[in-house]
């Protein structure tokens, strides 16, 4: 008993830490994201996006739904669809599974790149490969759906969610239990991780992903942290490789290549079902996407293993300082 009320200890300990480091990047950014969307600066971001959108085959008008998830999430972008959507032509489902599978690697940039600075990542670097991964991917999956006639039927979108107005204190008790369902889910993971260690479990995963992941510039030490971002999100992977980078256990190629792979495909199931509901196509959203990332991923390590280590510091990724992050 004593021996688990350390362990529960060192737990609680290290998920306070971890989150503790966490909100500090977070809790700003919500705060201003919620005040340049009060003061309605989402808007001109959306008409900048048009050409960006009328280049993979949108109309102009969805920029806002991009902008409105590039700064808030995936939820934001689905309202701002949803105000949107009466004033444009039904699109079909090649057009819907562009927009989703774009949103699914490019949004919630405030917080998702802080995470992704907080590391060690060259914040510019991880913005362009996002969204430069983002947009080659809609121009690739355009491309390929008008050129083969695929998808071309109008969508059915499913989500019937209106916008909901909210008191300044009904949003912040929302943000607040976010924040508590984040840190309870790192103490979960941290749980789990401690578990699976100790039953050697994990040793038999970076075995088996490891002939995958070194290909991606992905090193064992990354491997179930990496999965961790892929199937939850940024914001659970992230934090703990924030943890990880700090404690030195991850090089800084490991620490950019790994986040360039969760920046591009995260939460694979919960929001590509998300986006499944705006009528985008699950080939398109997640098996499509998926390749995408691989192979986005294996030349991007391919580029960065060619870089010196003064050159990759310089423009891909610091090396952390322990003492002071």
């Not at 806002?64 to 489902?93: D, F, K, Q």
Request: net charge positive.
């Amino acid at each position: 008993m004593r021996k688990l009320a350390e362990t529960l200890h060192t737990l609680l300990f290290d998920a306070i830490r971890i989150s503790g480091v966490l909100f500090r990047l977070m809790i700003p950014v919500i705060v201003i994201v919620k005040i340049l969307k009060e003061l309605g600066a989402i808007e001109p971001l959306g008409r900048l996006l048009g050409p960006v959108m009328e280049g993979v085959g949108l109309p102009g008008a969805l920029g806002i739904v991009w902008a409105s998830a590039l700064v808030t999430n995936l939820y934001g972008g689905i309202l701002a669809y949803m105000t949107v959507a009466p004033h444009i032509p039904v699109p079909t489902v090649a057009q819907m599974t562009v927009l989703g599978a774009m949103a699914l690697i490019a949004h919630t940039f405030p917080v998702e790149l802080r995470v992704a600075q907080r590391s060690g990542v060259r914040i510019l670097t991880m913005f362009a490969i996002r969204f430069g991964g983002a947009f080659l991917y809609g121009w690739i999956l355009n491309t390929v759906c008008r050129m083969g006639g695929w998808l071309q039927t109008p969508a059915h979108v499913i989500w019937s969610a209106a916008p909901v107005e909210q008191t300044l204190l009904e949003w912040a008790g929302r943000e607040v239990a976010n924040l508590a369902f984040i840190f309870g889910a790192i103490f979960s993971l941290l749980s789990l991780l401690r578990l699976l260690r100790f039953l050697r479990v994990t040793n038999l995963v970076e075995r088996l992903l490891y002939p995958l992941l070194r290909p991606l510039g992905i090193g064992r030490a990354a491997t179930d942290l990496t999965v961790i971002g892929m199937t939850l999100g940024i914001g659970y992977g992230g934090g703990l490789i924030i943890h990880e980078a700090e404690s030195g256990r991850l090089t800084p190629r490991d620490i950019f290549c790994a986040l360039a792979l969760m920046g591009l495909t995260h939460s694979l199931i919960e929001d590509s079902l998300l986006m499944l509901s705006l009528g985008g196509h699950l080939a398109g959203l997640l098996l499509g996407r998926f390749a995408f990332t691989l192979l986005f991923c294996f030349g991007l390590a391919k580029l960065v293993a060619r870089l010196s280590d003064t050159t990759f510091e310089r423009y891909c990724c610091r090396r952390m300082d322990n003492e002071n992050g």
